[in-house]
């Protein structure tokens, strides 16, 4: 393994301990800080540097800028939060076009399989989860119930740094 092999391994690496900790921020408190999206996108030009050429730079950019459009769209709406969004084109950023329909859809299961949950624990029992894990606002409408969406998209974007790692 020579010296831009490591760094695109460390980079990949770094970029999903970003995921995690994004995740695991919005599970605990429902934000996203943006410090973990803008350290996403400053990783990626150091990992398309140590990859070499075969990395579709702008084809990222152009992705990314979709999502940034998309997003914007949905924020506007309420629809979604602002530090989803941006977690969001970050991970797309690195995702790229050859596997941005594999990242969303494992995201799209992710976040259904983590809607599913929140609301089978509105359902049936608010209070039997300790209040630090699964978070029930007082509000009777599910629809009015926060969700900790960066973990979806954690698992998309994990699913892209194994791809990339695989690569390297």
Do not use: E
């Given at each position: 393994?020579?010296?831009s092999?490591?760094?695109?391994?460390?980079?990949?690496?770094?970029?999903?301990?970003?995921l995690?900790a994004?995740?695991?921020?919005?599970?605990?408190?429902?934000?996203?800080?943006?410090?973990?999206?803008?350290?996403?996108?400053?990783?990626?030009?150091?990992?398309?540097?140590?990859?070499?050429?075969?990395?579709?730079?702008?084809?990222?950019?152009?992705?990314?800028?979709?999502?940034?459009?998309?997003?914007?769209?949905?924020?506007?709406?309420?629809?979604?939060?602002?530090?989803?969004?941006?977690?969001?084109?970050?991970?797309?950023?690195?995702?790229?076009?050859?596997?941005?329909?594999?990242?969303?859809?494992?995201?799209?299961?992710?976040?259904?399989?983590?809607?599913?949950?929140?609301?089978?624990?509105?359902?049936?029992?608010?209070?039997a989860?300790?209040?630090?894990?699964?978070?029930?606002?007082?509000?009777?409408?599910?629809?009015?119930?926060?969700?900790?969406?960066?973990?979806?998209?954690?698992?998309?974007?994990?699913?892209?740094?194994?791809?990339?790692?695989?690569?390297?």
């Open positions: 393994m020579d010296f092999d490591a760094t695109a391994r460390f980079t990949i690496l770094a970029f999903s301990g970003l995690i994004a995740a695991a921020s919005d599970w605990r408190n429902f934000t996203v800080p943006n410090r973990y999206s803008l350290a996403m996108a400053a990783l990626y030009p150091s990992y398309v540097i140590a990859s070499g050429g075969d990395i579709d730079w702008v084809g990222a950019l152009i992705y990314a800028a979709v999502a940034f459009v998309a997003g914007f769209l949905l924020f506007t709406l309420r629809l979604c939060g602002g530090g989803d969004i941006k977690l969001f084109v970050a991970v797309t950023l690195w995702t790229g076009p050859a596997l941005m329909m594999p990242m969303v859809f494992y995201t799209s299961v992710a976040g259904g399989l983590l809607a599913a949950g929140m609301w089978l624990n509105f359902k049936v029992n608010r209070s989860m300790p209040a630090h894990l699964v978070y029930a606002s007082r509000n009777t409408s599910f629809r009015k119930q926060p969700m900790p969406y960066a973990v979806a998209i954690a698992v998309g974007g994990l699913f892209v740094a194994l791809q990339l790692l695989a690569r390297v």
